[in-house]
């Protein structure tokens, strides 16, 4: 119990047949929240920074990966740190003296060649670091910053191209695109299943699922049995969080913080419960799904 490595974290997940929950964590009550949620239901969890997050807090990573790092070391659970859509290497050189064990490096909007090759030279300098390397193929739309060009709609990880882009850059997990989309605030995504057995029988590392707010539960589950091995979400914790702001800021004479961060924490926790419950214990078994 306590810190661990994200690549123990998804050996386990993969060897239990199962999926590993990574949250995003924006604030310490982020961090607090879901940790507590995993130590409600016993189970490991990823607490995950993005670059977004690191330049929230004003470009510094060192002053939330540390409050990170601290919740994880004493968590009754096994608890490990990624660092997420990072794009800047200078960021990604920061990872492991801040205490991560991984990273996703963040090419996905890059013509397939450009995405190669600069992952190909991050995965090589996260190995030379100890630090494990997560990368996308075929875009996850909905990011705040993508680029015009990059397809928000419709794209998805072609199955052999995303087997040769794993050997010719040795990243160790990659995101695919099968039907998710970054900050949805509903539970709409429709998955492409089909694609994500496919894609697991093709591909020879653990498969990452961006985007898993806007995926029902019912479509977790089947991703996970499909193949899925770690599972991102960001916008469903923000979306409780804020719902908890909103109703107790309605008492205009409110000041003190703790009193509205105090129920928008514990909704947190509640949300990470419940997402636990929904995508991580499921036992995959790559047999057809019932239609
Ligand atoms: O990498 C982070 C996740 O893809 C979060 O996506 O905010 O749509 O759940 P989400
Ligand atoms: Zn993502």
């Known amino acids: ?29 982020h961090a607090e929240a879901i940790v507590e949620g995993a ?20 470009g510094r990573i060192g002053p939330i990966s540390a409050a990170a790092h601290t919740l ?5 659970v096994d608890v490990a740190l990624h660092l997420d859509h990072v794009q800047d290497m200078g960021l990604l050189r920061q990872a492991r003296d801040a205490g991560f064990s991984s990273a996703m490096f963040d090419a996905g ?35 705040p910053d993508a680029p015009a060009s990059a397809h928000a709609k419709g794209v998805r990880t072609d199955p052999a191209e995303a087997t040769e882009f794993v050997e010719r850059t040795g990243v160790d997990a990659l995101a695919v695109a ?21 894609l697991a029988e093709a591909v020879p590392v653990p498969l990452v699922l961006h985007g898993s707010s806007g995926v029902p539960d019912d479509q977790l589950r ?19 969080f804020t719902r908890a702001i909103r109703d ?36 995959r078994d790559r047999s057809p799904e019932p239609a």
């Not at 130590?39 to 004003?58: E, T």
């Not at 991050?122 to 030379?128: C, S």
Request: hydrophobic content about 50%.
């Open 1 to 29: 119990m306590g810190i661990v490595t994200t690549a123990e974290l998804m050996a386990a997940a993969t060897a239990a047949r199962c999926g590993v929950l990574a949250f995003n964590v924006i604030t310490l009550e």
């Open 39 to 58: 130590q409600r239901s016993a189970k490991p969890v990823i607490l995950q920074l993005s670059q977004n997050a690191v330049a929230f807090h004003g």
């Open 72 to 76: 994880a070391r004493s968590a009754a």
């Open 109 to 143: 909007a890059l013509p397939y060649e450009e995405n190669v090759v600069a992952t190909r030279a991050a995965a090589e300098w996260a190995h030379g670091a100890g630090l494990m390397l997560e990368a996308e193929l075929g875009y996850v739309g909905g990011k």
């Open 178 to 198: 099968v039907g998710s989309s970054h900050a949805m605030t509903s539970q709409s995504a429709v998955l492409d299943h089909e694609l994500i057995a496919t």
């Open 222 to 240: 089947r991703a996970v049995r499909a193949g899925m091995v770690k599972v991102n979400v960001g916008t469903a914790l923000n979306v409780a």
């Open 248 to 283: 107790a800021l309605v008492d205009d004479m409110l000041v003190d913080p703790r009193t509205y961060l105090s129920p928008a924490r514990e909704l947190m926790a509640g949300k990470v419960q419940l997402l636990l419950a929904a995508a991580s214990p499921t036992i």
